[in-house]
C-alpha cells in the first residue's frame, strides 16, 4: 500500500500514477540497492533490473541518466558520442543534487529536473524489467518496452 512507504518511494509512485503507469511500487525487507542486491530481493535475472546511472557531461554540469540492464558495463565511450563530449563521473552529491535521490534508489523517473536520458536496448528485450524506485529498498516492475513511453529516453546500443 503507498500509504506505508517511505516520503521518496511515494514520490516516486505519485510520478508513475501522473504518468499514467498503474505501476506498484514494492518496498522490501531485503536491501536493493546495488542491481544484484535487487536481482536477488525480487527473484529475477540480473539483466531484468533497469539500473538508473547519472553521468556528467564533462567539462560542464549537465547530467545525463541513463537506464541499463544491470548485466551491462555502460560504454563511456560510446556514450560521449551521443552526447557529443567527454563523461565524466557523477559522484554522490552531484547525483543527489540533480535527482533528489540518493545512490542506489535513483528511480527512471520522477527527478528533480529533467535529464537526458539514454535507454539501454537490451532492456526492450525483457516483459518484465525491475527498476528502482527512490530508495536502496523500493523497486516497481515494468515492461521493458514502456521505459521509452514512461522516460522519454532514446534507446541506444550503450554497453
Ligand atoms: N536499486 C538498484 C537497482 S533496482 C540500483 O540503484 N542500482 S544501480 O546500479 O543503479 O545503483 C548503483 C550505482 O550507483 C552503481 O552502479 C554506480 O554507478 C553508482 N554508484 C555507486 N557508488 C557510487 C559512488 N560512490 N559515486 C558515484 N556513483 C556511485
Redesign the pocket.
Given at each position: 500500500m503507498a500509504e506505508g512507504l517511505s516520503p521518496s518511494a511515494r514520490r516516486v509512485a505519485a510520478r508513475l500514477r501522473e504518468l499514467g503507469f498503474a505501476a506498484e511500487v514494492r518496498e522490501l525487507p531485503e536491501t536493493?540497492?546495488?542491481?544484484a542486491e535487487?536481482a536477488r530481493a525480487v527473484g529475477c535475472a540480473v539483466g531484468q533490473?533497469a539500473?538508473?546511472?547519472v553521468f556528467r557531461a564533462g567539462g560542464s554540469d549537465r547530467p545525463i541518466l541513463v537506464i541499463a540492464s544491470g548485466a551491462n558495463r555502460v560504454d563511456e565511450g560510446r556514450l560521449g558520442a551521443l552526447t557529443g563530449g567527454p563523461i565524466g563521473?557523477?559522484?554522490?552529491a552531484f547525483?543527489r543534487e540533480q535527482t533528489g535521490f540518493a545512490?542506489?534508489?535513483?528511480p527512471p523517473v520522477g527527478h528533480r529536473t529533467p535529464l537526458d536520458t539514454f535507454i539501454d536496448a537490451d532492456l526492450l528485450g525483457y516483459d518484465e524489467v525491475?527498476?528502482?524506485a527512490g530508495t536502496?529498498f523500493a523497486?516497481f516492475r515494468l515492461a521493458g518496452r514502456d521505459l521509452p513511453a514512461l522516460t522519454g529516453g532514446r534507446v541506444v546500443r550503450i554497453t
Open positions: 536493493t540497492r546495488t542491481a535487487a533490473i539500473k538508473s546511472l563521473k557523477a559522484d554522490a547525483v545512490i542506489g534508489g535513483v525491475w527498476a528502482a536502496p523497486v
